[in-house]
């Protein structure tokens, strides 16, 4: 794919006839969102956990779900994957991706697909990045299991807002009826619900503390292999009833 070149000016105005943009951008010198309030966004964040991902992804394929403006999807065609497919529900993200695909000649594919609809892709994909999704969605859960059944063949990229207690408890794996205790332990998985708005965002519904996004991710049957940065991990798909048999893994890459 040959990058469309544009005078200095007229790129300026398609950028800012696209936006507003929430994914800073470098396309071709000038930038998508330069006054993030958290800075030089995306990119700050992928610098702290680029390493897990494989440099060369030469022939392999690649599902980004809720890809806004195609970041982390261009960059996966930059380390050379054959194919990359970003999805998302927002037509105006839709526009901003397909755009920097064109300025910066790097083909990705694009489908208006939610997380709920990954069934209709009929294919399985050897890296999905799921960055930024989870709690933006009012049944969570269903999605990582809609994740683990239907196109996840091998890793997982994964990354969810956090809050609450950072520890995570050492638990049976189970309990009788009476006992109870274990609910108010700080590091107990706990999910918490959003019924109106935080961060002026209705579309934030559920969010995680750190032991709840890694029960969640192993009860979906992925098996955490990195926890590099405070609310990313690498995953790899395995059955159900490995995940469940495993131990809290260990922080830091492999």
Sequence with gaps: MTAKTFPRDELRRRIEALGPWFHNLDLNGVSTAPLHFLGDYPSVKWQRFCDIVPDDLNGMSVLDIGCNAGFYALEMKRRGAARVLG????DEYLAQARFASEVTGLEIELRKLSAYDVGQLREKFDLVIFMGV????????LALDLIHE?????????????RGNESVESLDTNYDFWTTDQFDCPGYPKLHFIEHKYADDPTNWWVPNRA??????????????AHP???VYLCKRVSHEQTTQSQHPPQGSL
């Design 87 to 90: 999805l998302d529900t927002d």
């Design 134 to 141: 989870l709690y933006h969605l009012r049944h969570p859960l």
């Design 150 to 162: 239907h196109v996840a063949s091998d890793l997982l990229l994964f990354q969810s807002m956090l």
């Design 212 to 225: 709840c996004v890694e029960a969640m991710l192993r009860s979906a049957g992925f098996a955490i292999t």
């Design 229 to 231: 940065e405070d609310e």
